[in-house]
């Protein structure tokens, strides 16, 4: 137990940051539980702009040849032109989604939210299948799941809302430890088992008081993770130092010598093949084409041992003048530093864990909203003596 004026203190510090940041706390909450199931949702709700001529049982692995045909096609038609990344699905049952450079919102500040081309590619076909402003906010079918990611990561404001957000992860990690410090109950074990349970029998407060803190202290491993991980997210340079201090973490470095030269120029396929001679056994994933500002293709790929599905985590940079591989991103081989953080993603989402991981991820986001309804009761009651 902790003494009467130390738990004073921290039952107030408690108090107000539940009162300034329980509202984000619930939003992320119950965003975060829908967006765990963005892309199957982003489907039912659009399926003209992800379905492909291709059905499941006639679908093909995408090779690097497919991803050329479909860049040469897009870079040929004045209606697009050279795209920013390819986003690689794992066959031709699925779209090629591809980026094309953000535009400036409206009105530019620092609650704006900027916004880029994408456009839904049949592999198979190279045909356009439709396309959305990604960062545009709306409820219609084809902004909906963007506008909840959004909303979930940045608050619908921008990269003030990042920082926003950040600095929610952190609070919710501070307001965890303190929770911590107040459930510690007496060293018996009654007092103990009390902490541990709720007595359906008693008043309805004291249900609410025992169910406020057994819910806390059992969610407290998930709540400092997605509060962690939710200020890494966002704000890097705030938590990299952090980690570095614990953990040896790898320096990113620029790609600053690439280089292309006067007729030179390797093309898509090549770079690809070249990445995944360093990983020969991964899928690419994605494809981040040469620009003004780095002439370096810049691969992301997903190795099979990786417990990051999806996208992965492994990543090649090929300068697209020399074919010299600049930079690679083993998660697997990683400093210890290196693979806490490729492990981030996977936990925050569920996804490290599969299917039920994603599922748990997904009911996990109303525990804010019932620690946030049973700390309210208990403080209007404290006010009404």
Not at 180 to 194: D, G, H, M, Y
Not at 245 to 267: C, E, F, S, Y
Not at 320 to 328: D, L
Request: glycine share 8%; aromatic share 10%; with cysteine.
């Amino acid at each position: 137990m902790l003494p009467k004026s130390v738990r004073t203190v921290l039952l107030r510090l408690h108090l107000w940051l539940a009162l300034t940041f329980g509202s984000v706390f619930v939003l992320l909450g119950l965003t975060g539980s829908i967006i765990c199931w963005m892309h199957e949702l982003d489907h039912v709700l659009n399926p003209g702009l992800f379905s492909t001529a291709h059905q499941t049982h006639t679908a093909e692995p995408i090779k690097p040849e497919m991803v050329q045909a479909a860049l040469d096609s897009l870079t040929a038609n004045p209606a697009y032109g050279k795209p920013r990344q390819l986003m690689l699905p794992t066959t031709t049952a699925d779209v090629i989604t591809v980026w094309y450079p953000a535009r400036p919102a409206t009105g530019k500040s620092a609650f704006s939210q900027d916004w880029s081309r994408q456009v839904m590619l049949d592999p198979a076909t190279l045909e356009v299948k439709g396309e959305r402003n990604w960062g545009q906010y709306g409820i219609s079918g084809s902004l909906l799941m963007p506008s909840l990611y959004h909303l979930h990561r940045y608050v619908l404001l921008g990269e003030t809302g990042k920082t926003l957000i950040a600095v929610s992860g952190i609070m919710l990690v501070l307001m965890s430890f303190i929770g911590l410090f107040l459930w510690l109950p007496r060293p018996n074990w009654k007092a103990l088992r009390q902490a541990l349970t709720v007595n359906l029998s008693a008043t309805p407060a004291a249900i609410n008081f025992r169910l406020h803190r057994m819910l806390g202290f059992f969610a407290l491993p998930v709540l400092l993770l997605l509060g962690f991980s939710g200020a890494y997210f966002n704000q890097p340079q705030w938590i990299l130092p952090v980690i570095g201090k614990v953990l040896p973490v790898t320096q990113t470095r620029k790609p600053g010598d690439a280089h292309v030269l006067p007729g030179q120029h390797i093309t898509a396929v090549q770079a690809m093949l070249i990445a995944q001679g360093v990983f020969p056994h991964a899928r690419i994933s994605r494809l981040g084409l040469p620009s003004a500002s780095a002439a370096v293709y810049e691969i992301r790929l997903h190795q099979p041992q990786e417990m990051h599905s999806g996208d992965g985590a492994s990543r090649v940079s090929v300068d697209a003048g020399s074919g010299h591989i600049i930079r690679v991103a083993d998660p697997l081989q990683g400093q210890a530093g290196d693979r806490f953080l490729a492990w981030l993603f996977p936990l925050h989402s569920g996804i490290a864990f599969g299917m039920p991981g994603r599922i748990f991820i997904s009911c996990f986001g109303l525990v804010p909203l019932v620690l946030m309804l049973t700390g309210w009761r208990m403080w209007r009651k404290r006010k009404s003596k």
